[in-house]
């Protein structure tokens, strides 16, 4: 059986991390706890689960500080978590499972990441991150901001699923900074540091110097698949901000020169024609996500919605507006499907029997 590591970087996190360390009790086999500032008793709460507690001046580096807590790790693996994230209590047995049968050449454990959620708490936006390495291998943290460990050596698939449940709102503005500090410091990007400077940049409304970092990024030809095919829809978002549709709509297309069409693409799609009551082009991209395959291992930000509840409820609209109730009534009851708990799906059964019982009365 392996033993692993639990290595994390914390700052004031005294409500969420006990929580964490709870979600985890018994499954790993040391507690690292780095605390890089804490000004609140994140330390007092950390010393409930372990002794292993050390202080890291922070450098505007996260990849630096969680590297310096990899090197506290001494068991045979060593796994990251962040303070908001909890291994649910449904997952704890499959975890152990996974620990008491790895095979022993394993390198690195991929473990899908849930980080939103819909009314019924079920994830709507997951994707696959490398969640535990070899330890004394080499293995370590790369970027600033957004850090990642470069995958290499045999990879293990896990099913195990780790949710980040935020209690708190994060400093938003943090990353960009960092980003800005690095650009007026002269410092180097690689392609994956420009394609999130690039999505940061969209995300804080700087459309202007979000289309010229995205689009030099786009340019670059070492620039992973999936990042490019995101940097499209981040750049078709730059483009609406600037009011220019048809930049916008020509940078979601330009995403199919990459790949194949994924659901998110098919839904910005469906949704740009839909606002503009082109209803029937609308329906075309709706359905093309509906049929999109949806890879959860391949890395992507996977927007699960778009591969289901989201079409199918914006179908219903499209068909509704375009006078046709039953295919209406049809997409509505597959996004029921999809999310029964849902506002929307419920309010619009509501509205639709209501709009057909008065059809009735006419005739």
Known sequence: MASISLCMIVKNEEET??????????????????????????????????DRIYDYVWKDDFSAARNYAFEKGECDYLMWMDADDVIPEGEREKFLEMKNHLPPDTDIVMMPYAVS?????????????????????????????????????????????????????????RNLRIYEDMEAKGERFDSRALYYYGRELAAHRKYRKGIKVLKSFLKRPD?????????????????????????????LFSSFEIDVPRGEICCDLGRHFMDRGSYGQAVYWLKQALEAKRDMKSGAFIQEDCYGFLPAILLCVCFDRMGDLKQAEKYNELAGRYNPASFYYRENRDYLRKKQKKNLNIY
């Open 17 to 50: 991390l006990p929580r964490c360390l709870e979600s985890v009790k018994g499954l790993t086999d040391e507690i690292i706890i780095v605390d890089t500032g804490s000004e609140d008793g994140t330390k007092k709460a950390a010393a409930g689960y372990t």
């Open 223 to 251: 620039g992973w698949k999936e990042n490019r095919i995101d940097a499209c829809r981040q750049l078709a978002f730059c483009y609406y901000g600037l009011n220019d549709e048809e930049k916008a709509l020509g940078a």
């Open 117 to 173: 959620f819909d009314e019924s708490g079920n994830s709507t936006f997951t994707y696959y991150r490398e969640r535990i390495v070899r330890n004394k291998a080499g293995y370590l943290f790369a970027g600033r901001v957004h850090e990642v460990i470069p995958p290499a050596g045999k990879i293990l698939y896990s099913d195990v699923r780790i949710e980040h449940r935020k209690l708190k709102t994060a400093d938003s503005g």
